[in-house]
């Protein structure tokens, strides 16, 4: 998505959310090591299904900012899933007395709700406006289009 994105800044957040997720991996590595448990990577059919659908909701335009809406209401879908999970995880962890596995959860979340504001806020300041515009020029283009087909019946009138 940081590659496909339009928008420098809607591209510099998803850069630095990857770089995030990086360091997200190694604390889940080190919660499994912490507690002498092994970690094995299993497909998630609920995020795979969110990817595919986000994928064909930017299929529906080819207008890149509304192709960057497209992205950001994907990813926010994600890190929605996300934060879900790992606000459970952090609970579970907690009630069994892990204390500084709860903590690292914890930090992975606060990491994903901040993502998730900031997609909010590039969403509501500037990618939807822009979208919206984007939209409005095709719709007015469309609109000329037609009312040159009509034209000619009008004039025979
Ligand atoms: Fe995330």
Known sequence: MAKTAANEELKAAFEQHLEQTEEHISRLERVFEDLGEKPKGTKCEAMKGLIEEGKRMMEESNDEDVRDAAMIAAAQKVEHYEIATYGTLRTYAEMLGHDDQ???????????????????????????????????????????KSEQKTQPAKGQR
Do not use: F, H, M, P
Request: one cysteine or more; glycine letters at 4%.
């Open 102 to 144: 709860a903590d690292l959860l914890q930090e992975t979340l606060d990491e994903e709700k901040d993502t998730d504001e900031n997609l909010t806020e590039l969403a509501v300041t500037c990618v939807n406006l822009e979208a919206e515009e984007g939209e409005e020029e095709e719709d007015e283009e469309g609109e000329e």
